[in-house]
């Protein structure tokens, strides 16, 4: 398919879970300002093990459109979450990262 098509399925496809594309890349808002879904992530505390420190991440996904929440946790390192989720999140927004965490900067060792 071509890459305006394959925007058509991606926004079809999302949309039952809550998630109002207008493609691969674009995002939408319903009229009424219903938000889609939403998750979070809260670090609460770390465990030492041997040489290595695992951090407790609570995390919670919310899609009210479909009735959908949940809640997990998760031990990570934290090489696993810079490369897993800062350096996804930082690739995704290029120049607008440092803007967007200039008051949250991201540890360089744990």
Known sequence: PTDSQASK???KYLEP?????FGRESW???PGGIVGPT???NVDGHTE???????????SLRADRCFVRAQWTAQR???QVRMDLHDAAKALLGKSYSQAFADAPFARRG
């Open 17 to 21: 879970y809550g998630y109002l594309a």
């Open 9 to 11: 399925h991606v926004a």
């Open 39 to 41: 998750i979070h992530f």
């Open 49 to 59: 093990l041997g040489n290595h420190t695992f951090y407790h991440i609570r995390c």
């Open 28 to 30: 939408r808002v319903q």
């Open 77 to 79: 390192q934290l090489g």
